[in-house]
């Protein structure tokens, strides 16, 4: 069973964008060994977290002026797999939960090196200070 393996590999170095990031891998890591009973609770846990993750890092980059839409666009994508395997999940397909919170794993490092790691370099060259979601709904 793949999972996430957080090391300094995935840091990008931007602690609000770390933090959101640390614990999105450990709920993405909780789906792939959640028993069949919890299976359904921990994806939904994981895809709560993602759409705030999301939202929030879409936050930024409109509140920075950051050009690119294909970040946004993955995330949008992102959530609609999700959302189409929860469907699969309720309607019995246990074992799609497990596999979709396996190949978050590849995808997430992936993401993270790339598009989060510029996106984080570019608000720390305009000084923008992200604010992460707990602050905005504090």
């Not at 397909?93 to 997430?108: K, N, S, V």
Request: glycine share 6%; hydrophobic share 45%; charged share 25%.
């Amino acid at each position: 069973m793949a999972q996430i393996v957080w090391s300094e590999k995935l840091e990008i170095g931007l602690e609000p964008m770390d933090s959101i990031h640390r614990e999105f891998t450990d709920l993405a890591n909780a789906v792939v060994t959640a028993e069949e009973s919890g299976l359904l609770r921990a994806l939904d846990e994981l895809i709560a977290h993602t759409r705030v993750h999301f939202a929030t890092e879409d936050r930024w980059m409109l509140e920075s002026n950051f050009p690119p839409p294909c970040h946004r666009d993955e995330h949008r994508r992102v959530l609609e797999v999700m959302d189409a395997v929860r469907g699969q999940v309720v309607a019995g397909d246990i074992a799609l939960g497990r596999r979709l919170a396996e190949e978050l794993a590849p995808w997430f490092e992936q993401h993270a090196s790339t598009m989060d790691t510029v996106l984080a370099g570019f608000l720390q060259q305009i000084g923008y200070q992200p604010v992460g979601p707990d602050a905005v709904t504090a």
